[in-house]
């Protein structure tokens, strides 16, 4: 079956669609998949097009760029349209030739320096003591911000962490086998004090097992099993305000745990196994490095040339 007939079946593009989707773990990832596949599909059946080829997915990305969108935006639309190629051909509906192409589309190149925000030693504290700890509430909160301060998670990986998750390694505590983005499983140290945060909370709430974090409704009472990703962004907005931050996110906690090990000297590839990066390029840009040619590295390879 070649491109054209898929083109003229709406039912394909959406069986496809969910198949794409249900190969995602991710409920951000998969969020923006859905609404970048639904854009292209109805881009795509706007016009007579000459099927669905590399030619056609380059004709796509040009036009996103013509709207102006960013280099990120861009590539995970493309990436995307990538993986409906790849299913399509595994069902047929596309020939392997014109897959190959597709998925050799390149996405847009990145300008300049991904922006983020890191919090220093000092805003960091003031960020985590601003939760009221006389409240189950606050308790939460705290234990929250203390997870993602001092264990660099993702806030999919916060609101998915259970009480399971925290055991003993090599004597001391650690996250276990926390499955995060990608399906990557990676083990994460706990520091004492993020413990005795966590530990705060959980006994004021009077549970010993399930999620780390759940629903406290306004008469300060525990209620529900678990907590959204979007709660997890809200309740940190009203603190950031408070620590005299605004407008952090949740990542930029991550960002900041990376940035306070390197100062701290921790090294830089037990940092990426921390944070569960694939490339060591990708903790770099956490760290937001710059090269230091006062105080370089190499200086302290203390070697002698004879003279």
């Known amino acids: 079956m070649n491109e054209l007939v898929l083109a003229n079946r709406a039912a394909d593009w959406q069986r496809l669609k969910a198949l794409v989707l249900d190969s995602v773990s991710s409920p951000i990832t998969r969020r923006v998949y859905n609404l970048g596949l639904d854009e292209f599909i109805e881009w795509y059946g706007l016009e007579l097009r000459p099927g669905f080829t590399k030619a056609t997915v380059s004709v796509w990305r040009v036009t996103l760029e013509t709207r102006g969108l960013g280099s990120v935006c861009i590539n995970v639309r493309i990436t995307a349209v990538r993986k409906l190629a790849i299913e399509a051909a595994d069902n047929g509906l596309l020939a392997p030739e014109l897959t190959a192409g597709i998925v050799r589309v390149k996405g847009a190149k990145s300008k300049g320096v991904r922006v983020g925000n890191w919090l220093s030693i000092r805003q960091a504290q003031v960020l985590l003591n601003a939760p009221d700890i006389s409240t189950k509430k606050g308790l939460r909160d705290r234990a929250m911000l203390a997870v993602l301060l001092g264990c660099g998670l993702r806030r999919s990986e916060a609101a998915a962490l259970t009480l399971r998750h925290i055991q003993q390694r090599d004597n001391r505590w650690c996250i276990v086998d926390l499955i995060g983005k990608q399906g990557r499983l990676r083990t994460i140290p706990m520091p004492t004090w993020v413990k005795v945060a966590i530990d ?24 529900g099993e678990c907590m959204s990703e979007k709660v997890v962004w809200q309740l940190l907005q009203q603190y950031a305000a408070t620590a005299g931050v605004s407008g952090i996110a949740p990542h930029d906690l991550r960002r900041t745990c990376a940035k306070l090990c390197r100062a701290a000297g921790g090294e830089l590839e037990q940092i990426q196994l921390l944070l569960g990066h694939a490339s060591v390029q990708t903790t770099e840009r956490y760290l937001g490095t710059k090269q230091d040619s006062v105080h370089a590295p190499n200086d302290a390879i203390r070697l002698k040339v004879a003279v």
Do not use: E, H, K, L
Not at 200 to 223: E, H, K, L, M
């Open 200 to 223: 705060a909370w959980t006994a004021a709430a009077s549970f010993v097992d399930g999620f780390a974090f759940r629903p406290v409704n306004r008469g300060d009472q525990v209620q």
